[in-house]
């Protein structure tokens, strides 16, 4: 029987190891902390996270990293992505050797702008072979109601994404594949970068032309960057480019969107971060992302604005009369 274990009692974490234990792969979850640990394995709860779901009987959780990866054939990663390497790289001694390793993050690494798949292959010194990633429009908040929804299971071995969507595929849950893992990844860590942007114009009180336009222009931002990179243009109309850009920037649930609402009020970057209990990978990875940009010579003035906003002290105006202020070009500019 497929086992897995996932990495990260978080929202996404915890919920993923639902999602994949009612499709009937037993899941051992860790965590850090022996509190939040031992509610999940007693009281089959996450109070902290989840409160009020109730998880299904073979998700167990331990503390210990050996313990929980015993047997497993997904070894799913759910922690915050400036984590991730630090992190796997006490676990990767104890990862069984034919394993499959998954990301669930949607962030770009600072200092490196690693994608996550990437930092994964360097850690643990696994070809991109055993790696999977899963993105897409997956809001919490809906899928612990078990409202419909679906997701992109991405490998650059078909065979091992069809593997991990048998693992998790259910009937209000549907998991496609898709090869382009570079196209998929992005896909989900730009979008948070443009749902801060979309937060912030909603803060400021703008209505839904500019939401539409950073929307629009938000996805040219990120099909210009996965073009450089080698991605597949048509994963970016797809669940894990357009999908998930248009349920982060417009649901109250997401966590970017809601930052950069709060910025746009008015509100200052340090009671934006103290108003904010979960993990909002945009703020660190528009840095990354800028600098992968940059890197690959590709023009992201959307991305450009946010990180002046999070981390240069410019004003959500400043940042309006910037985008609003540019050069007039024909539309498919630059694309
Ligand atoms: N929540 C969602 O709706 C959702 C959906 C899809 C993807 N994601 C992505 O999944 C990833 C995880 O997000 P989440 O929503 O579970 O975040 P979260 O903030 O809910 O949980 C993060 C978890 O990581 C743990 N953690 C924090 N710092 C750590 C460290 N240094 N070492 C080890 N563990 C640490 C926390 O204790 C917590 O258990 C992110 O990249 C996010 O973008 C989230
Ligand atoms: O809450 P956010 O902004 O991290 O978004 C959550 C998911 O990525 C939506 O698919």
């Known amino acids: 029987m497929t086992k897995a274990v996932v990495f990260g009692t978080g929202s996404w974490g915890t919920t993923f190891a639902m999602i994949l234990a009612e499709a009937g792969t037993p899941t051992t979850l860790w965590g850090r902390r022996a509190e939040v640990v031992e509610s999940i394995d ?15 009987a073979t998700v167990r959780a331990t503390t210990d990293p050996v313990e929980a990866m015993e047997g497993a054939d997904f070894v799913v990663l759910a922690v915050p992505s400036q984590t991730l390497r630090g992190n796997l790289a006490q676990w990767s001694p104890h990862i069984p050797s034919h394993a499959v390793l998954v990301s669930l993050m949607k962030g770009i690494e600072l200092r490196t702008s690693r994608r996550m798949s990437e930092v994964i292959c360097e850690v643990a010194g696994v070809p991109a072979e055993r790696v999977a990633v899963v993105s897409g429009p997956n809001l919490v908040g809906e899928l612990i109601r078990h409202e419909p929804a679906a997701t992109v299971v991405a490998s650059v071995d078909d065979e091992v994404a069809a593997r991990l969507q048998e693992a998790c595929h259910l009937p209000w849950f549907r998991a496609y594949t898709n090869t382009d893992v570079v196209g998929v990844e992005l896909g989900g860590a730009v979008k948070n970068v443009i749902a801060l942007a979309v937060g912030v114009a909603a803060g400021m009180g703008l209505g839904d032309n500019v939401r539409a336009m950073l929307m629009t222009r938000g996805l040219a931002e990120i099909s210009r960057l996965g ?109």
């Open 42 to 56: 007693r009281r089959r709860e996450n109070p902290e996270y989840l409160p009020g779901v109730r998880l299904p």
């Open 227 to 335: 073009a450089a990179l080698g991605a597949d243009p048509h994963t970016f109309a797809g669940l894990a480019g357009m999908g998930d850009l248009v349920a982060t920037c417009t649901s109250p649930l997401s966590r970017n969107r809601t930052f950069g609402e709060n910025l746009g009020r008015g509100m200052t970057m340090a009671e934006t971060i103290a108003a904010t209990r979960q993990t909002a990978e945009g703020v660190k990875s528009c840095e990354s992302v800028l600098d992968l940009a940059r890197k690959h010579d590709v023009e992201m003035p959307i991305t450009e604005v946010v990180v002046g906003v999070v981390h240069d002290g410019m004003t959500p105006s400043e940042a309006a009369m910037l985008l609003m202020s540019r050069t007039p070009k024909p539309e498919r500019y630059g694309v």
